[in-house]
């Protein structure tokens, strides 16, 4: 077995209590609130205008036959954000004057710190699991969701083929990478293969709870 599928393994009690958190279960119900689901997605579209920065100082430490994925990645991004204000748009949510809340701002300096510190597979370790946290997790939703609902767009994205695809992508090079790592290194994976994962978690109880700075009445 691959890295991946060990990992996915090593944390299964983990992934599925994310996979079952109630923001995925009442959007499949066509249960969430719209005051809930708007909050998902004002702090979502900061997280993946963030996701860009953290792409592009990848590239530097890449290798070549990397590159062409992570610039492709760059633009599935900003038609992402597109998809976020066409939607926002359709249903009257305000992208106004927002700020990322505790949570989000942690994850997206995880991101970045990791880019900047980390070595090249440990940086790609947190990527997949990003992606693939997204991929299964808006799957539990399109079992549900009606096609015609308004949220429907955003299961398109990240439970459709192409998305799949490029998830089953990163999967193939991270078993590569892990396949050339120390043990050393393979350990860092592992830890932040974890740590992608609690904040993963983190996120979508993120957006019941609400900003929660601590030390602050917000
Ligand atoms: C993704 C996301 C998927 N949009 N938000 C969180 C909190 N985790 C993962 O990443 P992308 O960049 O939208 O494909």
New binding site residues.
Partial sequence: MGFCSDQLNRIKPMWDSMLNHRFLLETRDGKISDQIFAQWMRQ?YL??RA?IPFIAALIPKAPLKHWEAHSNVIV??QK?LKLFEERANAVGVSFDNINPWFTNHA?IQFLLATAAYESYPVAYTVLYT??K??HDSWKVVQKGLDKDSKWYPFVEN?AGDAFAQYVDYLGNELDNLASQAGKDELKRMSEYFELTTKY?IA?WEMVYVGAKWPGLKN
Wanted: aromatic fraction near 34%; charged fraction near 25%.
């Fill in positions: 979502d997280f993946v996701a599935m991004l992402e994850y990003a992606e946290a997204y990240w993963e996120f």
